[in-house]
């Protein structure tokens, strides 16, 4: 398995781009098959979550091109209704494919979801809600199997704003007879974003961004193109590199509305934040203060995609932090990692105690998860001396070139294969 090997303490200065959102471009994946007509996404990240929701596309029978960085396709010969286990355990995401696949063929089934090992991630919000939607449901040799003829709009009100249940059910509701209405839906940009496509697709809907949102069932859908949002966590991760390192760096691609609070946070520790249209500057000087206290919450709260960054943050900055994570309940996977390279960490349930210390140093240390992967690819650009870190296989499923973006800033960071 490949390696970063990161000589750190160096600043970071310069300018980046962000790629284009993991989060959105997968459920946009999902809703492809919604149409038989051709789907084209534009600027698609070469990541492994993408290769693996165009092969969960391939298996149901679609024919996925990639062109230029774009992904073209055409379902027209879509036929198959059930995700085999290899892939819905390696993508959680595919659990989006229940809606979709109810929406176009009826039926759907797949295994039980997996993704990062983060916690325990139930879908009862995904699978209620498709009850009321009319479908029925059954378990069958670790399979969830759906039917239903044709889904009826209804009112479905979520007990918590969850991303993936506000975009399967948009995706289940879509073709639905009559109106559905989402009270408690997530509010995250990309779930505007999925708006935004399935309108471009012919579909009504109004409410994203909001935590009411509205379906008009359509009789039919077709294809589009469309250039999805730019990585917000991405941009988060370079913004929070700059900080620990310090330097100046700008990154494009990322209005403040979308990552609110980590500016704010950023501020607290004493960086300088200027924003204008999609672009965000931070200059750092790389000693900073820590936050009293950051938690996680749904958007527009701190995104519990940055909190293992943000924990890396504050390990090297001058005080005390309490982090409390309030969505995943095992997401400091990180933590022991970060020990290794010298940080004063303390893990209770959802709360990490962190006494900032004055600096890490190099270790070798291993990712066990994406966002908890690239914070101690951070740790290790502040770090004195040189890290190994190990097992990029999880970095891999969201970031396409973490390696060359950190080069373009000044950071030594080479990946090296097994
Ligand atoms: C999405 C993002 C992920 C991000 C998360 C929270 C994608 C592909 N992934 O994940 O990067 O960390 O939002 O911002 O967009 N829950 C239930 N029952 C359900 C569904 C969720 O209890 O049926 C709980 C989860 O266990 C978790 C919380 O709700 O505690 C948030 O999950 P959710 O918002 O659904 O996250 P995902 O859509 O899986």
Do not use: W
Not at 168 to 181: C, H, P, S
Request: proline fraction near 3%.
């Amino acid at each position: 398995m490949d390696k970063f090997v990161i000589d750190g303490g160096r600043r970071l200065y310069g300018s980046i781009r962000a790629q284009t959102a993991k989060n959105s471009v997968l459920p946009l994946l999902a809703a492809s098959i919604l149409t038989e007509q051709q789907v084209t996404i534009r600027e698609v990240p070469p990541i492994s979550d993408v290769f693996c929701m165009v092969r969960i596309l391939r298996e149901l029978g679609a024919t996925v091109h990639f062109r230029e960085g774009d992904v073209i396709i055409e379902s027209a010969d879509a036929g198959e209704h059930c995700i085999s286990s290899a892939l819905t355990g390696e993508l959680r995401s595919s659990v989006f494919m229940l809606g979709s696949l109810l929406t176009r063929f009826g039926r759907a089934a797949c295994a039980y979801p997996g993704g990062c090992d983060i916690g325990l991630r139930p879908i009862d919000l995904h699978l209620n809600a498709l009850k009321r939607l009319g479908v029925s449901i059954r378990e069958r040799d670790g399979y969830i199997c759906c039917f239903c003829d044709r889904m009826k709009g209804a009112e479905i009100a979520l007990d918590f704003p969850s991303v993936g249940a506000t975009e399967n059910i948009m995706l289940a509701a879509v073709k639905a007879e009559g109106r559905t209405t989402i009270s408690g839906a997530a509010k995250e940009p990309e779930i505007v974003d999925l708006q935004n496509f399935l309108c471009a697709m012919g579909a009504k809907i109004a409410g994203a961004g909001t935590d009411t949102i509205v379906i008009e069932g359509v009789s039919s859908l077709h294809g589009a193109e469309y250039l999805p949002m730019k990585d917000r966590i991405e941009a988060g991760t370079y913004l929070i590199g700059c900080a620990i390192c310090g330097g100046e760096v700008e990154v494009e691609g990322v209005g403040s509305d979308c990552l609110g609070l980590l500016l704010h946070k950023l501020r607290e520790n004493g960086c300088k934040i200027h924003t204008k249209n999609d672009k965000i500057r931070i200059s750092s000087s790389g000693r900073l203060k820590c936050n009293r206290r950051i938690e996680t919450m749904p958007f527009p709260g701190f995104p519990t995609d940055l909190q293992a960054q943000a924990t890396a943050l504050n390990a090297t900055a001058e005080g005390c932090a309490l982090i409390v994570e309030n969505l995943f309940e095992t997401r400091y996977k990180y933590v022991p990692e970060l020990i290794k390279m010298g940080a004063d960490i303390e893990v209770k349930g959802r709360s990490a105690f962190v006494r900032g210390v004055s600096g890490l140093h190099g270790a070798s240390v291993t990712c066990g998860d994406l966002r908890g992967g690239a914070a101690l690819v951070l740790a290790a650009l502040g770090a004195e001396g040189v890290s190994e870190v190990l097992d990029l296989t999880h970095i891999d499923r969201g970031y396409s070139d973490l390696c060359g973006q950190l080069k373009k800033l000044g950071a030594e960071i080479k990946r090296v294969g097994a």
